[in-house]
Nanobody
Framework: QVQLVESGGGLVQAGGSLRLSCAAS????????MGWFRQAPGKEREFVGA????????DYADSVKGRFTIPRDNAKNTVWLQMNSLKPEDTAVYYC?????????????????????WGQGTQVTVSS
């Protein structure tokens, strides 16, 4: 079992930055592919980005590419979502998720069904 706890959400003006944290406890964190997803009101949950178990590879949704990054520190059992140049359309509940390391190499990390563990979510609101 892996427990994930997100923090760092809040209200920010358009153009600002936020850094979300996802702290993991339980089984070996370093073996997991970590993903970030978000769900806006009235919309389905969507992929934001993911990082491989080594932290050496990342991929992002086109809507956030160039603005968001996902640093990872396996020694601290933590992954972050650094969000810059925020837009009102980034408003959503953000979730981190942990999946088997292999989903990175299978290119399945964009599929939420491939993740085994989820955090409780943290609200991000971007005002215009």
């Amino acid at each position: 079992q892996v427990q994930l706890v997100e923090s760092g959400g809040g209200l920010v003006q358009a153009g600002g930055s936020l850094r979300l944290s996802c702290a993991a406890s339980g089984r070996a964190f370093s073996g997991y592919t970590m993903g970030w997803f978000r769900q806006a009101p009235g919309k389905e949950r969507e992929f934001v980005g993911a990082v491989s178990w080594t932290g050496g590879s990342t991929d992002y949704a086109d809507s956030v590419k160039g603005r968001f990054t996902i640093p990872r520190d396996n020694a601290k059992n933590t992954v972050w979502l650094q969000m810059n140049s925020l837009k009102p359309e980034d408003t959503a509940v953000y979730y981190c998720a942990a999946g088997d390391g292999s989903i990175w190499y299978k290119r399945e990390y964009k599929r939420e069904n491939e993740y085994d563990y989820w955090g409780q979510g943290t609200q991000v609101t971007v005002s215009s």
